[in-house]
């Protein structure tokens, strides 16, 4: 496993994500990756299976402590009278006291910003979570959340190597502030582009494999991709094995010409100003 030192802590670079595992089977997958040596589970309130995300750590026999947890506030629970309540009753669902890493959803069209990063900052003053970040921020939302001395360690968002997030991402290095790229496989997409299969096939990978292997061959990234199929938990935990070279790294950044997003305008966030961010 890569680590990654982000706010004084290590956080293992890779991670599972959990947004579209049948409640069903929720338990068992985070169970199974544990168990598998995943140490980094990406929840949400959302997704609404943080009460089976919580079964699946508490039953794998893995301490809590030895699991870097996120959670996300939605959208819906922003405001001042929602927000800390929703945070408690996701601690209760995961079965913990704290989460590592809290993050903002997705910025919110109507409240202004300074209302719920104020709440964010009490849920770390309060000590329900260890670290605060964002996710789904353009660059003048992480500006001004820089400028009222929130201090995130992460932004994360849609990255993946058929995706241009090249603005967004060098301004992140700038300001030394880990990405959290999600839907890293674009959602499936990667897995059956021919440039990716072709450059695994010298190395023995499979093009998921490949993607997930650049990803976390650059600076400053985590990555969280989601699978409810036993297999393929190890499959994308294993790609610490082996080292895409300069040209092969090269080749994979240019298949962001691409530019296939796979999350769509959403929620009414400021999307257009998004866009002249990330399509720029
Ligand atoms: N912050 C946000 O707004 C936001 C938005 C989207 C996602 N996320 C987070 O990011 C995580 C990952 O994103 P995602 O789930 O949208 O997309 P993803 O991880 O890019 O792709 C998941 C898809 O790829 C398949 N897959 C996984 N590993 C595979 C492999 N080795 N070979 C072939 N297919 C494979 C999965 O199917 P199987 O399950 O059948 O394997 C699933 O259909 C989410 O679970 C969530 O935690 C956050």
């Known amino acids: 496993m890569k680590y990654l030192e982000v706010g004084h802590t290590n956080i293992p670079a890779l991670g599972l994500g959990t947004c579209y595992i049948p409640n069903e089977a929720t338990a068992d997958i985070v169970g199974h990756a544990l168990h598998l040596g995943y140490r980094h589970i990406?929840?949400?309130?959302?997704?609404?299976?943080e009460q089976e995300v919580g079964e699946g750590i508490r039953n794998s026999g893995v301490s809590r402590q030895e699991v870097f947890l996120t959670t996300k506030v939605q959208r819906r629970n922003l405001g001042k009278q929602d927000f800390l309540p929703s945070v408690e009753e996701s601690l209760r669902c995961l079965q913990t006291d704290y989460v590592d890493l809290l993050l903002i959803h997705w910025?919110?069209?109507?409240?202004?910003l300074?209302?719920?990063?104020?709440?964010?900052?009490?849920?770390?003053?309060q000590g329900k979570t260890r670290f605060v970040g964002?996710?789904?921020?353009?660059?003048?939302?992480?500006?001004r959340t820089m400028e009222l001395g929130v201090p995130i360690v992460t932004n994360q968002v849609e990255f993946h190597p058929l995706v241009n997030q090249s603005t967004l991402y060098g301004w992140m290095r700038q300001h030394k502030l880990a990405l959290t790229a999600y839907c890293p496989?674009?959602?499936?997409?990667?897995?059956?582009n021919p440039i990716l299969k072709a450059i695994g096939e010298k190395y023995g990978k499979s093009a998921a494999q490949v993607s997930l292997r650049w990803l976390?061959?650059?600076?400053?990234?985590?990555?969280?991709p989601k699978t409810a199929n036993p297999a393929r938990l190890r499959e994308n935990l294993d790609v610490f094995d082996f080292e895409?070279?300069?040209d092969d790294m090269a080749a994979?950044?240019?298949?962001?010409?691409?530019?296939?997003?796979?999350?769509?305008?959403?929620?009414?966030?400021?999307?257009d100003d998004q866009a002249a961010v990330v399509w720029g």
């Open 114 to 125: 300074e209302s719920y990063l104020e709440e964010l900052m009490k849920a770390l003053e």
């Open 244 to 246: 895409l070279p300069d």
């Open 185 to 192: 496989l674009a959602q499936g997409q990667a897995v059956r």
């Open 252 to 271: 994979i950044a240019e298949l962001k010409r691409h530019n296939a997003r796979i999350v769509p305008e959403y929620h009414g966030a400021a999307w």
């Open 134 to 143: 964002v996710s789904n921020f353009n660059i003048a939302q992480l500006k």
């Open 42 to 49: 990406d929840a949400a309130q959302w997704y609404n299976n």
């Open 107 to 112: 910025p919110h069209a109507e409240l202004p």
């Open 216 to 224: 976390l061959q650059l600076d400053g990234i985590l990555a969280i």
